[in-house]
């Protein structure tokens, strides 16, 4: 039976099933700065993800209290302030966060599992 098209297409899910870094592994084969390299960018990218999606909640909540959905309070209107910015969202999503993560982490839940497997899920139904 040999080499057919259907175990061919088994191999790498074999392979990454044997080594779940494999991604790491295949780099370090081209030296050990580009293993450290993808760590330091998936960390850099991870802390960017987490900037603009904190930013784009903080002003998605500024622009609703603003028109009055959300209390008013929220859009953090400061006329004495340098600095336009949505701290009434900011301070909502991080107390929102917060609170998520806290209940979470009370409840012993693994926080990539199912923290951000729920979450990232009903966050894409929400932009549908």
């Known amino acids: 039976m040999g080499d057919g098209p259907g175990r061919r297409a088994d ?30 960018l998936l960390i850099l990218a991870i802390l960017t993800a987490m900037l603009a999606f904190h930013s784009v909640i903080a002003r998605y909540v500024f622009a609703m209290a603003r028109e009055a959905v959300l209390p008013t309070g929220l859009a953090g209107a400061d006329s004495g302030a340098r600095v336009s910015a949505p701290r009434g ?25 199912q923290m951000f497997a729920w ?10």
Request: hydrophobic share 55%; net charge negative; glycine share 12%.
């Open 11 to 40: 191999q790498p899910r074999q392979a990454a099933a044997a080594d779940p870094d494999l991604p790491l592994t295949i780099l370090d084969r081209a030296g050990s700065f580009w293993v450290t390299a993808a760590g330091l």
């Open 89 to 113: 969202g900011s301070l909502a999503q991080t107390v929102t966060a917060a609170v998520v993560v806290a209940g979470f982490a009370l409840a012993g839940a693994d926080p990539v599992g």
């Open 119 to 128: 979450l990232s899920t009903l966050g894409a139904l929400g932009l549908l």
